[in-house]
């Protein structure tokens, strides 16, 4: 079976912009991903009011930069390819990491951001169910 190539297109720019939100504002995509700043964490177990801007970025953050712009240029290497079963592989493989995305927030995102854990693991549905439809499930 043929697929549209928008889609595979559309994830893999959109792993591509976290990539790069990483590499170049990482206090920034703390935020989008729901962990709050090292330094943050500590002062809100030791009683310290944290602002916003408190605290700084740890290096993981561009570790899991580079992770999602390989994402991203996976997506669209495969979709230029035509490998439309790779593509399907590949995503079904991906939703290990929404799962897991999901619960290091909800562990360790404390009690502002661990909402932000369900934003992951909805993704990891939508995805999840994405793949099955490609996979011929349903």
Same mark, same amino acid.
């Given at each position: 079976?043929?697929?549209?190539? +928008?889609?595979?297109?559309? +994830?893999? %720019?959109?792993?591509?912009?976290?990539?790069?939100?990483? @590499?170049?504002?990482?206090?920034? *995509?703390?935020?989008?991903?729901? @962990?709050?700043?090292?330094?943050?964490?500590?002062?809100?177990? !030791?009683?310290?009011?944290?602002?916003?801007? %408190?605290? %700084?970025?740890?290096?993981?953050?561009?570790?899991?930069?580079?992770? !999602?712009?390989?994402?991203?240029?996976?997506?669209?290497?495969?979709?230029?390819?035509? @490998? !439309?079963?790779?593509?399907?592989?590949?995503?079904?493989? @991906?939703?290990?990491?929404?799962?897991? *995305?999901?619960?290091?927030?909800?562990?360790?995102?404390?009690? /502002?951001?661990?909402?932000? /854990?369900?934003?992951?693991?909805?993704?990891?549905?939508?995805?999840?169910?994405?793949?099955?439809?490609?996979?011929?499930?349903?």
């Amino acid at each position: 079976m043929s697929f549209s190539p +928008i889609p595979s297109y559309v +994830i893999g %720019t959109m792993f591509l912009g976290i990539g790069v939100l990483s @590499l170049v504002a990482p206090e920034a *995509d703390y935020a989008v991903f729901g @962990l709050p700043l090292e330094g943050q964490a500590k002062a809100k177990t !030791d009683g310290a009011a944290a602002s916003s801007t %408190t605290g %700084t970025a740890s290096p993981m953050v561009l570790a899991k930069g580079a992770r !999602d712009l390989a994402f991203g240029l996976t997506y669209v290497a495969l979709q230029y390819r035509g @490998l !439309d079963e790779a593509i399907t592989v590949f995503s079904a493989v @991906l939703c290990i990491v929404a799962l897991s *995305d999901g619960a290091i927030v909800w562990q360790y995102g404390g009690p /502002a951001l661990k909402s932000k /854990a369900w934003s992951h693991w909805g993704g990891l549905v939508a995805f999840a169910a994405w793949v099955a439809w490609r996979a011929g499930l349903f």
